[in-house]
């Protein structure tokens, strides 16, 4: 499976850098529009990176406390720090820019990065497990809402996956929301 899902990941870097060579559209605003039900509760975004969609713009406009993901170390769940626009950034783990200070928050919703998806509801990320292992553990203590954002041209048949891989509640694109039941 190891060998599979590299496979899959160098394909799907290539899919995702051509769809953000091409720019994001209205994506941020569906993702706003989407997340806007869910006004008040913690939500955790991401810092883009490299070819990421971008979902500042709807993390700015949450209302609510809003986290970015916190890594600690290899094969543990994140951790969510506070973040607002304009806060100080510092360079965390695998160069991803976390902030430098701020409460520590548990996200009730969470807008998950990825490098592909499919209609199951399954994502490709990048192989270091972190989201799968957060989600598991959140889940296990109650109802949280895991968002993918990425581009459209990122959805593919069928992501290869195992027991650990946690399935997605909906994908957020510049052509719309999928649901997954």
Known sequence: MTDVKAEARAKAFA????????GQGQAAEILAD?????????LSGYMPMRTE??????????QGPVGVPVIMEKATPLRFREWSPGCRLVEGAF??????????????????????WDRRGFRLGYGGGFYDRTLEG???????LAVGFAFAAQEV????????????????????????A
């Open 34 to 42: 989407y997340l806007s039900g869910h006004r008040g509760k913690v």
């Open 95 to 116: 160069k991803a820019m976390i902030p430098e200070e701020g409460a520590w928050v548990e996200p009730e919703v969470l807008i998950v990065p990825l490098l592909a």
């Open 138 to 144: 959140l889940r296990a203590r109650g109802r949280v």
């Open 157 to 180: 048949e069928a992501v290869p996956i195992d027991e650990f891989d946690q399935r997605l509640d909906a994908v957020v694109t510049e052509k719309g929301i999928t649901v997954f």
């Open 15 to 22: 899919r995702r850098a051509e769809a953000f060579a091409a």
């Open 53 to 62: 969609i971008d979902p500042l713009p709807a993390m700015a406009a949450h």
